[in-house]
């Protein structure tokens, strides 16, 4: 066998030099403080009996077998497409096998050449690589900037074909929000279209927990918004809610949806049920009330100790400790005491703004958020 190739033994040892090398674990912790399971879904045994008897009645087949386009355009997927577009208040849905395929898919195929994509600095990995696949212009704009994204329209607009601006609507590592309503107003005024991943905010916010452009009551204000199912939602995949052409288009030319086997029954049918009880869920009002005693914590702490706390108003807190080794440290104390919290390292965020990123669920314990506090206090 051949040597493995120098420049990546060479990419490897700087990482570990680093202290930013990745490594999977299979580590579970008796206190989850960093999944993305924001209400409990993905443990919810009642999704698990609903998931099964929706298989029994919409398929008779384990695999989806092929490709959309070829034979994996069963009956359970067409239904979910057109009731979640309902549910989120959108002419047309496709689903996707996962929000990265979807990023990619979106923003590889729709932005042409002479079109320009603005997008917040702090957008989503998979938003970059799909930027990096197509033939338009893409700049970032400082993160939930309005000045600054007002001034690239301004100074876009007049030369480009189509301009758009890219965002998230609760933001992956930060937690926090834009000001998506005066967003709008600034895309009207440009003529842009606004594409949102709402990733981490359905299943949280909003009265049935649809996410916040529909709170907001800004949906129909949206070209194109991504809800994914692998967060509050507890499943797996996402779906593209927009006009019926641009899904159309999408089946057309998003090269991530076309030429990959579709999702299997299975994970459709627990996407399914997870919708089935998310409007009902008290577990939402929980969520809150654990978010509201956290930011109080976290105040109190701040002031005390001059730590420097995100300011979040979602399930996603963070506490910035511009440090590899010293935030990997912090994270192994947690650890140590049962508390499941991980590290943020560059590149994943800016050096000097890692961090570690608290996660909050509606099944953790006030009990649970205060060992966490009395943990970092004493550290």
């Given at each position: 066998m051949n040597p493995i190739p120098n420049p990546l033994l060479k990419a490897l040892e700087e990482r570990k030099a680093a202290h930013t090398l990745r490594q999977l674990s299979m580590e579970r912790y008796?206190?989850?403080?960093?999944s993305n399971d924001?209400?409990?879904?993905?443990?919810?045994?009642?999704?698990?009996?609903?998931?099964?008897?929706?298989?029994?009645?919409?398929?008779?087949?384990?695999?989806?077998?092929?490709?959309?386009?070829?034979?994996?355009?069963?009956?359970?997927?067409?239904?979910?497409?057109?009731?979640?577009?309902?549910?989120?208040?959108?002419e047309r849905g496709l689903i996707f096998n996962s929000g990265?395929?979807?990023?990619?898919?979106?923003?590889?195929?729709?932005?042409?050449?002479g079109d320009v994509v603005l997008y917040d600095q702090y957008i989503h990995a998979s938003i970059r690589d799909g930027l990096q696949l197509n033939r338009a212009q893409h700049f970032k704009f400082k993160h939930n900037s309005l000045e600054d994204l007002q001034a690239k329209l301004k100074r876009f607009s007049p030369s480009a074909t189509?301009?758009?601006?890219?965002?998230?609507?609760?933001?992956?590592?930060d937690g926090d929000t834009p000001d998506l309503p005066a967003m709008v107003a600034l895309a009207q005024q440009y003529g842009a279209y606004i594409i949102i991943d709402e990733a981490h905010?359905?299943?949280?916010?909003?009265?049935?927990?649809?996410?916040?452009?529909?709170?907001?009551?800004?949906?129909?204000?949206?070209f194109l918004r991504l809800i994914t199912f692998g967060k509050g939602i507890g499943a797996h995949g996402a779906i593209v809610l927009a006009q019926a052409e641009v899904i159309d288009y999408l089946v057309n030319f998003a090269r991530s949806f076309i030429y990959t086997t579709a999702?299997?029954?299975?994970?459709?049918?627990?996407?399914?049920?997870?919708y089935v009880l998310l409007p009902e869920l008290k577990e939402r009002g929980y969520l809150h009330e654990n978010i509201a005693f956290f930011r109080e914590k976290a105040k109190v702490l701040s002031q005390e100790k001059g730590l420097h706390f995100i300011d979040s108003t979602s399930a996603i807190q963070g506490l910035i400790i511009p440090d590899s080794q010293r935030v990997k440290e912090m994270a192994a104390r947690l650890q140590q005491r049962g508390m499941g919290v991980k590290p943020i390292l560059s590149p994943t965020v800016p050096k000097g703004e890692e961090r570690?990123?608290?996660?909050?669920h509606s099944y953790?314990?006030?009990?649970?958020?205060e060992l966490l506090f009395q943990v970092i206090s004493e550290a």
């Open positions: 008796a206190i989850d403080f960093y924001y209400i409990g879904l993905a443990k919810n045994t009642t999704v698990r009996t609903k998931a099964q008897a929706i298989l029994e009645q919409y398929s008779p087949q384990n695999g989806s077998t092929g490709s959309r386009l070829l034979s994996g355009n069963y009956p359970l997927i067409r239904e979910a497409e057109t009731y979640l577009a309902s549910f989120h208040a959108g990265y395929d979807a990023n990619v898919g979106i923003f590889s195929a729709i932005p042409q050449r189509t301009l758009y601006i890219a965002t998230e609507a609760v933001f992956s590592m905010s359905v299943g949280v916010f909003g009265e049935k927990g649809a996410g916040l452009c529909q709170a907001l009551g800004i949906a129909q204000d949206i999702a299997a029954p299975e994970s459709i049918a627990t996407l399914m049920a997870s570690l990123r608290i996660c909050l953790n314990t006030k009990e649970e958020i």
